[in-house]
């Protein structure tokens, strides 16, 4: 019985360490949808950084291609310069999303394309290009000088037009503030390369397969830029193209959406805590169990102790007893004298007996040497142990019946041990075996065992405390066998002597039924020593 104190132990283990944990994981299951709200946020912002990235790369390359054009621009003029122009071509050439640049001031307006030789095209192109500026320079009066007026306050921003919008050919112009209030110049994006150059570039370079990326006209099924994707999902994130605003960048994740990645890795997350949560309490059951085997042990042992000392203390005072009226010559009677003899003789056995199994169970738990096998002879040993149980009875109690199956096998074990077991098992039957009637050893072979079985018809033993009475210091609750003497380590030998014949002790029992205790030795067993 384990005491109060050491439940009280218990309660606070239990209030000190489980209690937060579950109450944490009840609580994370009551923020589940928080969580993931959370996730889901986190995992936005994530591809809006990718789109800003995106936006930001192609706006820093059509700065920079501004920045190495204003010197040659404006060094050409307005009139014209061979040199400078083929310079102004040559770069083009050499940056194929440039169609074209231009220069727009008080003495005219003059564009330069990229071609070496210029063609009639070209010139006629050049015509209408320039007409449409200075028209437009006229309209967009009021955006162009804010634009000149951001300039000077060291903010550059472009005015961007739709230049020609034809089928595969469309053209983007951005123009910038020149040097003076009337002076303009900037350059015509071809929208198709810088789409594939620029912004498919940068797309590659943040792609490790975790994204599908696209390009598309706002408003329209228009796709200026899509992967082969077997993604049949719609795209999570979307912004305008800074550079061409008339174009949207898009962005979705590989295999997932948003929602079903916040709430995947909810659950995970709560899958692990609920697996932490298990090993911890499988680890306080266990160490629950682990306490309460100590603390039912250490009652074990004390009451063990008890009951030897009561043991030891019964025999011990009828020895002196008697022998003290016998020195004393206070029994005149041969007969009584004898019968004081065998008293005397009878407690000795018993105290004998009781100080074995003692000696018995610390021999095979604590020693550590090799214990030595011997194939021998089971049945021969069986009719030894009889003569000596029925000597050490003096002829008395029970009758002891062996019954035998004929060519039985020999079993490799340790003759003593086993002599040990056996003489425990039969004392059991005797003492349990109720009242004078016989016990039965039976030796058979069965499958790859040898089977050695003793049954008695004595009390029984209820099927909760069949395998608890293998346990060292455990002595059953049935009131009959509480009646008995003994130290509870008799059946405890007897398992712990099995296991080192790598064989194993079973029961069969019913209450008032009698009981069959059988050792299982292995036969064909190899080795000629177990270290104990």
Not at 29 to 52: A, G, P, V
Request: glycine share 8%; net charge positive; hydrophobic share 40%.
């Amino acid at each position: 019985m384990i005491k109060p104190s050491s439940i009280k132990i218990m309660i606070v283990l239990i209030i000190g360490v489980m209690i937060p944990v579950i109450s944490y994981t009840v609580f994370q299951f009551l923020q589940q949808d928080q969580n993931e709200h959370l996730i889901k946020t986190i995992y936005e912002r994530q591809l809006n950084s990718i789109l800003f990235s995106v936006n930001q790369d192609s706006w820093n390359q059509m700065l920079s291609w501004v920045s190495e054009l204003q010197p040659l621009i404006r060094r050409a003029g307005p009139v014209p310069d061979a040199n400078r122009t083929r310079r102004v071509r040559r770069f083009i050439a050499e940056h194929p999303p440039l169609h074209a640049v231009f220069l727009h001031g008080p003495s005219g307006c003059r564009f330069v394309y990229g071609n070496a030789v210029p063609s009639a095209r070209d010139s006629a192109s050049a015509q209408a290009d320039s007409v449409r500026l200075s028209a437009l320079a006229g309209s967009r009066t009021a955006e162009i000088r804010q634009m000149v007026q951001n300039a000077r306050a060291g903010y550059m921003r472009p005015l961007i037009v739709p230049w020609q919008r034809a089928h595969e050919n469309r053209k983007t112009l951005l123009v910038f503030s020149g040097d003076g209030d009337e002076t303009l110049f900037g350059i015509v994006l071809n929208d198709i390369r810088f789409i594939d150059e620029i912004v498919a570039r940068k797309f590659g370079e943040m792609n490790e397969g975790n994204f599908v990326f696209a390009v598309k006209e706002k408003g329209r099924d228009v796709f200026w830029y899509l992967p082969d994707s077997d993604e049949a999902r719609p795209f999570e994130k979307r912004e305008s193209l800074w550079v061409l605003p008339d174009l949207e960048l898009l962005v979705k994740m590989t295999g997932t959406t948003l929602d079903e990645l916040s709430g995947k890795r909810t659950r995970h997350n709560l899958i692990i805590l609920l697996l932490v949560n298990g090993v911890l309490i499988a680890g306080v059951v266990n160490i629950w169990r682990a306490i309460s085997k100590e603390i039912r042990l250490a009652q074990m042992k004390t009451d063990f102790v008890a009951n030897v000392s009561h043991e030891l203390r019964t025999p011990l005072a009828l020895i002196r007893m008697h022998a003290e009226t016998l020195e004393l010559g206070r029994v005149q009677s041969k007969q009584k004298m004898m019968q004081y003899y065998r008293t005397i003789l009878r407690e000795s056995e018993r105290l004998g007996g009781l100080i074995d199994n003692i000696l018995d169970f610390s021999r095979l738990e604590y020693r550590n040497r090799d214990y030595p096998m011997e194939s021998g002879d089971l049945e021969k040993l069986v009719r030894e142990v009889m003569e000596l149980h029925r000597l050490r009875r003096n002829g008395g109690s029970a009758p002891v019946r062996f019954e035998t199956q004929p060519g039985m096998p020999p079993v490799r074990m340790n003759r003593e041990s086993v002599r040990i077991a056996l003489l425990n098992l039969l004392d059991n039957a005797v003492k349990f075996g109720g009242g004078g009637k016989s016990v039965r050893i039976g030796l058979k072979r069965d499958k790859n065992d040898a089977v050695l079985s003793v049954k008695d018809s004595g009390i029984g033993v209820p099927e909760s405390e069949q395998k608890k009475i293998f346990e060292k210091f455990y002595r059953s609750a049935n009131g009959l066998s509480q009646n008995r003497s003994g130290s509870g380590l008799g059946l405890a030998i007897v398992s712990h002597i099995m296991q080192l014949h790598s064989g194993r002790v079973t029961i069969r029992s019913k209450p008032g039924r009698g009981s069959t205790f059988s050792l299982h030795f292995p036969l064909g067993n190899s080795g000629g020593t177990t270290d104990v």
